[in-house]
C-alpha cells in the first residue's frame, strides 16, 4: 500500500531534550516536506527537500533540522524542543515537487513539549 | 495580509442543501491550485486540482477567477460525511514550489 508513515504518531517530552521524528515514504517520491499545524494559523512548512541530499527551509525552519541520506526517509530533528514547538506535525511527499501534483501526508505527530 | 485566506467558518448547513467556499490569494503568480479536506486529528487530502476552466467532480465544483485571485469550491446535495475543514491551497512557484495553505473552512452537515 502507498503511504507515508510518521513515527511516533504521539510524544510528550520536556524541554530541551533533544527527539527526532522519522517520516519514511514508499512510493520513490523525490519530494519531501515537513509542516507544523497550529489552530489559526493554518498548516505552516518548516522544512523541504528536493531529492537526497537537497534540503531546503520552508516558512518556519527555526528551532528544527532535517536531513535527506535516502529518497524514502526524511527525519524531523529537534535539538531542543521547547513549548512553541508544540504543535501537529505532517510529513508529505509529492513525485516531483513541482507544485503541480498530489501531496500525499502522513498520519500526523501530536507534539507537547513541556 | 495572509497569503491564502479562507472564512474559518464553521459553515452549518442541512443535508442536501448546496454550500459554496470561497478561497483569496494574494500572489498574482501563483500557478496551481487545490482543495484539500481535512478530517477531525487526520491528515489532509487531495480533494481536487482546480482548473483555469473550471472542473466538477461529481458534487463537487471548483472554480479559478484569476483576475480576481480567488477560488470557490461548491458542494451539492450535501451529505454527512461532508463534514469536514477544506483546505485552500496555493502554489506560487517561489522558494521551491512551496504549497502554501489558507486557514481551512469548517463544515458541518447535520440530519
Known amino acids: 500500500e502507498a503511504q507515508v508513515t510518521q513515527n511516533p504518531r504521539y510524544l510528550i517530552t520536556v524541554t530541551g531534550k533533544k527527539l527526532t521524528v522519522t517520516c519514511s515514504q514508499n512510493m520513490n517520491h523525490e519530494y519531501m516536506s515537513w509542516y507544523r499545524q497550529d489552530p489559526g494559523l493554518g498548516l505552516r512548512q518548516i522544512y523541504y527537500?528536493?531529492?537526497?541530499?537537497?534540503?531546503d527551509k520552508g516558512d518556519v525552519p527555526e528551532g528544527y533540522k532535517v536531513s535527506r541520506k535516502e529518497k524514502r526517509n526524511f527525519p524531523l530533528i529537534l535539538e531542543s524542543p521547547s513549548p512553541n514547538q508544540t504543535s501537529l506535525y505532517f510529513c508529505a511527499s509529492s513525485l516531483s515537487g513541482t507544485g503541480q501534483e498530489t501531496q500525499y501526508f502522513g498520519p500526523g505527530t501530536r507534539l507537547l513539549v513541556l | 495580509r495572509k497569503e491564502v485566506e479562507q472564512d474559518p467558518g464553521p459553515f452549518n448547513v442541512p443535508e442536501g442543501a448546496t454550500v459554496a467556499f470561497n478561497c483569496t490569494y494574494s500572489?498574482?503568480?501563483?500557478?496551481?491550485f487545490f482543495w484539500y479536506r481535512q478530517d477531525c486529528r487526520k491528515e489532509p487530502k487531495l480533494l481536487m486540482s482546480?482548473?483555469?476552466s473550471g472542473n466538477e467532480d461529481g458534487r463537487f465544483t471548483a472554480q479559478l477567477n484569476r483576475a480576481s485571485q480567488y477560488i470557490s469550491l461548491l458542494i451539492r446535495d450535501s451529505k454527512l460525511s461532508d463534514s469536514a475543514t477544506y483546505l485552500c491551497?496555493?502554489?506560487?512557484?517561489?522558494?521551491?514550489?512551496?504549497?502554501?495553505f489558507g486557514g481551512g473552512t469548517r463544515l458541518m452537515v447535520k440530519p
Open positions: 482546480v482548473y483555469s
Open positions: 491551497v496555493v502554489n506560487s512557484y517561489n522558494a521551491g514550489n512551496m504549497l502554501t
Open positions: 527537500s528536493m531529492n537526497v541530499e537537497v534540503t
Open positions: 500572489n498574482s503568480a501563483s500557478q496551481s
